[in-house]
Nanobody, 113 residues
Framework: QVQLVESGGGLVQPGGSLRLSCAASTNTIRMGWYRQAPGKQRELVATITSGGNTNVADSVKGRFTISRDNTKNTVYLQMNSLKPEDTAVYYC??????????WGQGTQVTVSS
């Protein structure tokens, strides 16, 4: 069973920064982050392949940066210039090298003054 360990969520003021991390217990071909705000559908935030190709949502481009450490099977999401509309539960998602797609338990990010 693949395990994902997420960390880094919390409460931050508008304009602040947070860094999310997600460590996978397997080798992956793609890692990424999605988010779900109350009353809304889950949406893509950013993904990154093992080769470093990224896909970033327009709503966070220029503010959020996704990166990964392949030696640690870990993906990071650096979130800067946070806005109240970024408030959501953020979920890590990975595609295993050996097949299967897995989700983390989610970490709450709240942007509020």
């Amino acid at each position: 069973q693949v395990q994902l360990v997420e960390s880094g969520g919390g409460l931050v003021q508008p304009g602040g920064s947070l860094r999310l991390s997600c460590a996978a217990s397997t080798n992956t071909i793609r890692m990424g982050w999605y988010r779900q705000a109350p009353g809304k559908q889950r949406e893509l935030v950013a993904t990154i392949t093992s080769g470093g190709n990224t896909n970033v949502a327009d709503s966070v481009k220029g503010r959020f940066t996704i990166s990964r450490d392949n030696t640690k099977n870990t993906v990071y999401l650096q979130m800067n210039s946070l806005k109240p509309e970024d408030t959501a539960v953020y979920y890590c998602n990975v595609a295993s090298l050996y097949g299967g797609d897995y989700w983390g338990q989610g970490t709450q990010v709240t942007v509020s003054s």
